[in-house]
Structures are given as structure tokens and as C-alpha cells.
């Protein structure tokens, strides 16, 4: 356990770096909830908890999350206005994340609703039942493409663990169980 000064010094570095990637043009679109699950993602993807006193040895580091899924994923996402926005997660060189077309030929593209993305990642859908409702459309490996939940869901553990998120309320995408 960190000591309370370790913590908040923590704290204050996720917070700002989460307002940098929030302001970051390459991960932000205006009018989309789903920017802050991107900047969440892009940060805790090159900051690895696993560095961190008291982070789990058994969550896997980015590189093994890469060699693990070996899929670019590329999102079609519409908000509530039906503004379309584009992001693409690579988890089979790099390991990035951005805003736009994915730097190749994507294995999955999913098509979604911004808020049914955010309850994705936050864990409130699944996405087998997003599927067999058409509230997203996929084009590729379907079970490739169903693994997204696991890039989620292991970015949302480390979310808990990088300190209490809840305490400067990234945003509300997390139902923190604490």
C-alpha cells in the first residue's frame, strides 16, 4: 500500500494527464463520451500500472495484451446527434490507440452508438448481447471482435487500481464497485 503522499501525488499525475489526452486532438472529438474511454485507454497503455507499489504481477503488460489479441481494431462511432467519429485500437504491432483510420487494413471494424461503447467499457453491456441486438455491427472476425472486452475490461482494472478514480470523477464511465 502507498503511502497517503505517494497516492496523491499518483493521483494528481492521472489527473493531468487525463486532462492532456481529454485536450489531445489525436484521441478527442467534441461531442463524444467515447473520447474519454479513448484517453483513458491510450494513457494507461503507455503508463502500465504494473510499475506502480502494489499493482497485480498477474495483469498482463501491453506487449503481452498485443501478443495476446493480435488484432487492429477500427470503431465507427455516432453520438446522439448522429455525428459519426472514428477511432482505431492497435493491439497487433504497437499496441497504440488514436482518433481516425487505423494506420493499416484493420482486422475488426465495429459500428456503435456512442453510449452503447461507454457502457461497454464501463462494464454495464456485453457485448455477445450489443451483438445479437444489432446495436453494433461488425465486420470481420466475429470472435476476434468480441475480444475487445478484454482490452476493456483489463484497462478498467488497472483504472481501479491507479488510485481512487472515483475521488476526482473521471468523467463517469466507471461503475466503481469499491
Known amino acids: 500500500m502507498m503511502p497517503p503522499s505517494d497516492k496523491n501525488t499518483v493521483d494528481g499525475d492521472v489527473k493531468t494527464q487525463i486532462k492532456a489526452a481529454l485536450m489531445n486532438p489525436n484521441l478527442s472529438e467534441e461531442g463524444f463520451e467515447t473520447s474519454k474511454v479513448i484517453a483513458l485507454i491510450a494513457i494507461l497503455l503507455e503508463n502500465p500500472v504494473e510499475s506502480r507499489p502494489g499493482a497485480d504481477a498477474s495483469t498482463p503488460s501491453k506487449k503481452k495484451l498485443v501478443k495476446m489479441m493480435k488484432t487492429c481494431y477500427q470503431f465507427v462511432v455516432k453520438n446522439k446527434d448522429g455525428k459519426e467519429a472514428l477511432w482505431f485500437i492497435d493491439m497487433k504491432r504497437r499496441g497504440s490507440?488514436?482518433?481516425?483510420?487505423?494506420?493499416?487494413?484493420?482486422?475488426?471494424?465495429?459500428?456503435?452508438?456512442?453510449?452503447?461503447?461507454?457502457?461497454?467499457?464501463?462494464?454495464?453491456?456485453?457485448?455477445q448481447k450489443l451483438y445479437a441486438a444489432a446495436r453494433i455491427k461488425i465486420?470481420?472476425?466475429?470472435?476476434?471482435?468480441?475480444?475487445?472486452?478484454?482490452?476493456?475490461?483489463?484497462?478498467?482494472?488497472?483504472?481501479?487500481?491507479?488510485?481512487?478514480?472515483?475521488?476526482?470523477?473521471v468523467l463517469h464511465i466507471l461503475p466503481l464497485a469499491i
Not at 111 to 126: H, I, P
Not at 143 to 169: M, P, T, Y
Open 97 to 127: 490507440i488514436g482518433k481516425g483510420k487505423a494506420p493499416f487494413k484493420p482486422d475488426v471494424t465495429i459500428w456503435c452508438s456512442d453510449s452503447d461503447l461507454v457502457a461497454l467499457a464501463s462494464g454495464e453491456a456485453n457485448p
Open 139 to 169: 465486420k470481420g472476425n466475429i470472435d476476434k471482435a468480441l475480444k475487445v472486452e478484454r482490452i476493456l475490461s483489463h484497462q478498467r482494472e488497472k483504472i481501479l487500481r491507479v488510485g481512487k478514480v472515483r475521488k476526482f470523477n
